[in-house]
């Protein structure tokens, strides 16, 4: 049982920045892996960024690298994503999930159904 509530999106000019948080409850110790996912009208499920809870590795998507940085707060109960110089096509419904698996391969952390927990989502929208 782990609940996932994300906040800290909303509406911002291209350049602009948001941090988002996703506060995580529960039995979060049987947590290995979190991450922040994205979905844009008419677009599949994309991971952004994720981080192993154990160890501190952080995995970004190639697009996101440089701009986003995750990271956890508050004893690792709280996930953020700092978003600097933001575009339109960042535009989107962010996710927090969080993962049982111990180990995720390869591009494996950035795929949905590795996740077995999902926050409601927050919208991000970015203006030109």
């Known amino acids: 049982q782990v609940q996932l509530v994300e906040s800290g999106g909303g509406s911002v000019q291209a350049g602009g920045s948001l941090r988002l948080s996703c506060a995580a409850s529960?039995?979060?110790?049987?947590?290995?892996?979190m991450a922040w996912f994205r979905q844009a009208p008419g677009k599949e499920r994309e991971g952004v960024a994720a981080?192993?809870?154990?160890?501190?590795?952080?995995y970004y998507a190639d697009s996101e690298k440089g701009r986003f940085t995750i990271s956890q707060d508050n004893g690792k109960n709280t996930l953020d994503l700092q978003m600097n110089s933001l575009k339109p096509e960042d535009t989107a419904m962010y996710y927090c999930?969080?993962?049982?698996?111990?180990?995720?391969?390869?591009?494996?952390?950035?795929?949905?159904?590795?996740?077995?927990?999902w926050g409601q989502g927050t919208q991000v929208t970015v203006s030109s």
């Open positions: 529960g039995y979060t110790n049987r947590i290995y892996y």
């Open positions: 999930a969080a993962s049982k698996n111990v180990g995720l391969y390869g591009n494996s952390w950035s795929a949905p159904y590795e996740y077995n927990y």
């Open positions: 981080v192993y809870t154990r160890g501190g590795y952080r």
